[in-house]
DNA sequence: CTGTTAGCGCGTTCAT
DNA sequence: ATGAACGCGCTAACAG
């Protein structure tokens, strides 16, 4: 009988005992279906691409842990398709994925969730997208968080310890993080009743680098702050690493956070104090909605998660002029 | 004419103009090989897994973007296949995922290169194999690096600036890596005309945990070391967290070393001198063997690949008794 | 609720 | 050197 098929597919109408009597000959056998057979005869692929630009560093570990765990139990596989952004091939690159391996569904990471170009041509592939973290807002399917919220009140966290002069490293244009994080930051100097200083605000790339370079721009102002936001962990890595390397001590002349939570925020000196993002939680829950609506069109939803404030080492009150050095 | 068959698999025996007519429809009407179709006809899954354990980090990211590369290359399809070597059901997930997905080759990472029920589980299953780093030396196909000799000019290193007591976090158990660090560090130890002292060899796990543990303990003894050779990056970035809350000045006080040269390394304050290991192009070599010899089960090679240094700050000359601080 | 029938798109014979 | 027929293991659409 090829009802079998039905069993495995966890169809409805089909007796328990029957059910049972297939799954007991399918133990016996060591009966496993042939995802080849089943990806042909079925027109899919039951394969998600998970698609990201390459700096990231760790995020895309904990992302892509997450989306291997969801794809695991839904007997789906995942692959990766790096792309190099900045070359512009990246449009091509992923079309050419998709022509040759036609993932039911793709999974997008940031700069990719908005870029226009990329989404008409996957749109008229008719391939299921979901999001990570999308600009857009009109994203209907995958997972974000507050970010904005949370910078909110990370800056809080450093006006409670006195700070007033607080500058801003930017993250790279074109994402959504950089502008959440940017309209945290002024949420933040709003709140405090602080006017915002764009001499203060810095551009950046979400690299060690950009943060180094921050760091000197910031100090060669007549008025160098107390206490530096840096749009993630990567920069803020920078920012402190320019700092030590200048004789200034982090926090007590300098006070200076991130945002993600890396592994390495705990392990930087002093340990850094940043935005918890759930990663790995993120990915997970993205790749159950973009498996959803494989299965109904009109199935998913923008999930959102929440945050979390790692107040670590690398934050403290406000120098006193007198306590000041070099 | 079903003689496309012989065009796409680059087959001999197709006169050249035929071919070029073949090539010719096939760009016109934009056809693409349905991948489910030639692995079910073939028998041949056109894949290969990259089984790993989760904690090694960044390792694995740089390790698949070679593998991705290597992959796209020959048209075949990677998938991730992360497993806890500690709960000792690594072999069952991965002879599940060989039962599943039947994948042509599987690319092992260490620990598991030399998880001898592992490897008896995958003979059996007639699974081509490459190693990645493996232990035994008999390991026939992938990618090596000597870092044995990669630690003996690193201690070459510290002995040049003074050190006499050198201490030696090692890695964890059954990792190949252990063995070849901890016996480069003896070599070096012997080049030097220093006696092997074992309160100065401290067991480690790799981690950024076990690198502040293993400093604690080398700073109670009656003669703490001058230097510290930590069996990676993150053994060492936990070595100098400790030692920078201890109100060590690094290398001023202590001279610490990794091994990996992760992005991390640039990255810590002072920066790390550590060894170069160009992982990602151990993942490109390793999977272009596997290939070699999922074609053919004579061929495919362990091939070497070169190591460098990378001095930077955390290393300096041995501290004289007077400049000794705290 | 269950069995039957026909392909899915390609590799593999075997003729030609 | 090339073409025709068959079948890989499964799902889909229908018939019972």
Known sequence: MKTVSRVFNHEPNVRPETRAKVEAAAKALN??????ARSLAGHRSYLIALAYDNPPGHYIMDLMSGVVDACETAHYSMMMRPVDYDSHSHVDVIAECVGQYAPDGILLVPPLTDDAALLARLAEAGTRLAFVSPLDAQARVGARMDERAAVRELMAHLVALGHRRIAHVKGRRDHGATEWRLAGYRDGLRAAGLAYDKSLVIPGEFSFESGSAALQALLALDAPPTA???????????????????GLRVPD??????????????????????????????????????????????????????????????????????????
């Open 253 to 326: 002349d300098l006070s200076v956070c991130g945002f993600d939570d890396q592994p390495m925020a705990r392990q930087l000196w002093p340990s850094l104090t940043t935005v918890r993002q759930p990663v790995a939680a993120m990915g997970r829950i993205a790749t159950e909605q973009l498996l959803l609506s494989i299965r109904d069109a009109s199935a998913g939803t923008m999930v959102e998660v929440p945050y979390a404030l790692s107040l670590r080492d690398s934050t403290g009150p406000v120098p006193t002029r007198a306590g000041r050095r070099r």
């Open 31 to 36: 009966y496993r279906p042939n995802p080849s």
């Open 228 to 246: 530096i936001f840096a749009a993630n962990d990567d920069t803020a890595a920078g920012v402190m690493h320019a700092a030590l390397a200048r």
